[in-house]
């Protein structure tokens, strides 16, 4: 398992697992980052990452991308 933060540009990943206190677990699941669900990196902006997860084109901080294994 690696950190979402340091997979490709472009490449599916299946999150494994979502790190980090109950609350940001909780706001990551609003958005759709659930455990067995598929997420894509579209792109990196100064460090911030975006992604497709469920459909949508989410962005995230680096530090949540961190909490995100797949």
């Known amino acids: 398992m690696i950190p979402l933060s340091f997979s490709n ?3 599916e ?3 494994k697992k ?3 206190k109950p ?3 909780a706001h990551l699941e609003n958005l759709g980052f659930v455990v067995g669900g598929s997420v894509t990196i579209i792109n990196t902006i100064g ?3 975006i992604v497709n ?3 949508s084109r989410i962005a995230i901080s ?3 991308a961190q909490k995100i294994m797949v």
Do not use: T
Request: aromatic residues 0%; glycine residues 20%.
């Open 13 to 15: 990943n299946v999150i």
């Open 62 to 64: 680096k530090e949540m």
């Open 47 to 49: 460090g911030n990452l």
């Open 9 to 11: 540009i472009g490449e």
């Open 53 to 55: 997860v469920k459909d």
């Open 23 to 25: 609350e940001v677990k």
């Open 18 to 20: 979502i790190g980090g």
